[in-house]
């Protein structure tokens, strides 16, 4: 079993930033890949981001250039720095990973841009 628990969330400014956190553990993780999604009030779910056990990283392109995705493998947290943030960032944010086949997800945390 794979336990996520993302933290960070909050209220935020337009321009301002926020980092987020996902701490992850449980058997059978070891630097797999973690994905960050959101979902927007009366919104379908959407993929943010992806980080490989090594780093590297991808994008949605509403995102690209504003948030950043990293990894502390020593720690199994990943985290998803969020600058610039504007009024349409605001959602629930997730983290999640995928471990022999099977897909976890964190509770999420609320992030909300406003002024």
């Known amino acids: 079993q794979v336990q996520l628990v993302e933290s960070g969330g909050g209220l935020a400014q337009p321009g301002g930033s926020l980092r987020l956190s996902c701490a992850i553990s449980?058997?059978?993780?070891?630097?797999?890949?973690v994905h960050w999604h959101r979902q927007a009030p009366g919104k379908q779910r959407e993929w943010i981001g992806t980080i490989g056990g090594v780093g590297l990283t991808k994008y949605e392109d509403f995102v690209k250039g504003r948030f950043t995705i990293s990894r502390d493998n020593g720690k199994n947290m990943v985290h998803l720095q969020m600058n610039n943030l504007k009024p349409e960032d605001t959602a629930v944010y997730y983290c999640s990973t995928i471990v022999y086949a099977q897909m976890y997800w964190g509770q999420g945390t609320q992030v909300t841009v406003s002024s």
């Open positions: 449980g058997s059978g993780f070891s630097n797999n890949d």
